[in-house]
């Protein structure tokens, strides 16, 4: 049975940036078929408002990056928690990514807000806190694009920490087998983040943080392990569908 996947969108990609890259959903799609999954999709454009009729009309769900922020509270974000809460008690699967990890962490009764170090932007590598069989080749940590000024200040209670690093210690949560969700971007390749680097600096992100983190993007070796999460990330949500 292909697996049927809702894509709950709290975001889409600036407008400048749209027609080459297409929509944060768009990315999604491409680096699951990229990884070699026929998975199907359907989007909900949920900061519009536009919600599933219920819980269970697709068989796992991911919860999109937002240029909003967990900390304005607005009516479509208490709607959405609602809706996690509810794939949670039937069972999942769900996977988070940026606001949706923040999201889904202020759920389950977690602190979120803007992080007092500032912005964490360009390549960032996290070291993994307990096994996970699909990244064993990547001895122990991996790399992946970020582009975020909140944070999960405070472990969720169900949460289990997958990774972390000395800037974000709450980097991957997993909430039983149900819930997977990470902070960085498995959907942002080097070329889209730079070009949103570009597009950011100094308004909203400060150039102090986006200049550095462009001469590494600009680097030769640079490259994130997008691949390998996007496996980890199918079979988490395979296996939770089985389940």
């Known amino acids: 049975m292909t697996l049927k996947i809702g894509i709950l969108a709290t975001g889409t990609t600036p407008d400048n940036l749209i027609d080459q890259y297409g929509s944060y959903a768009?990315?999604?799609?491409?680096?699951?078929?990229?990884?070699?999954?026929?998975?199907?999709?359907?989007t909900y454009d949920v900061r519009d408002d536009a919600f599933p009729e219920s819980a269970d009309v697709c068989d796992a769900w991911i919860i999109t990056g937002s240029k909003f922020s967990v900390c304005d509270k607005s009516p479509w974000m208490a709607r959405l928690?609602?809706?996690?809460?509810?794939?949670?008690?039937?069972?999942?699967?769900?996977?988070?990514?940026?606001?949706?990890?923040?999201?889904?962490?202020e759920a389950f009764g977690a602190d979120v807000d803007r992080y007092p170090q500032g912005w964490g932007v360009g390549l960032h590598t996290y070291r993994l806190e307990k096994s996970v069989a699909e990244l064993s080749a990547?001895?122990?940590?991996?790399?992946?694009?970020?582009?975020?000024?909140?944070q999960v200040l405070s472990k969720p209670e169900q949460a289990d920490v997958i990774a972390s690093s000395?800037?974000?210690?709450?980097a991957a949560l997993q909430y039983d087998d149900r819930i997977l969700?990470?902070?960085?971007?498995?959907e942002f390749d080097v070329a889209f983040e730079t070009r949103l680097l570009q597009s950011r600096r100094d308004a909203p992100i400060p150039s102090t943080a986006t200049?550095?983190?462009?001469v590494a993007l600009d680097e030769a070796s640079a490259q994130t392990d997008s691949l390998q999460i996007a496996h980890w990330m199918a079979e988490f949500l395979q296996q939770g569908r089985r389940r």
Do not use: W
């Open 26 to 42: 768009d990315m999604f799609v491409r680096l699951f078929e990229q990884a070699g999954y026929g998975f199907t999709f359907t």
């Open 81 to 105: 928690k609602d809706l996690i809460l509810d794939i949670y008690d039937t069972g999942g699967p769900i996977v988070g990514i940026c606001f949706g990890h923040q999201i889904v962490a």
């Open 138 to 150: 990547l001895d122990g940590r991996f790399t992946l694009n970020a582009v975020h000024q909140d």
């Open 166 to 170: 000395s800037f974000c210690p709450f």
């Open 181 to 186: 969700t990470l902070q960085a971007h498995p």
């Open 211 to 214: 200049d550095p983190a462009l």
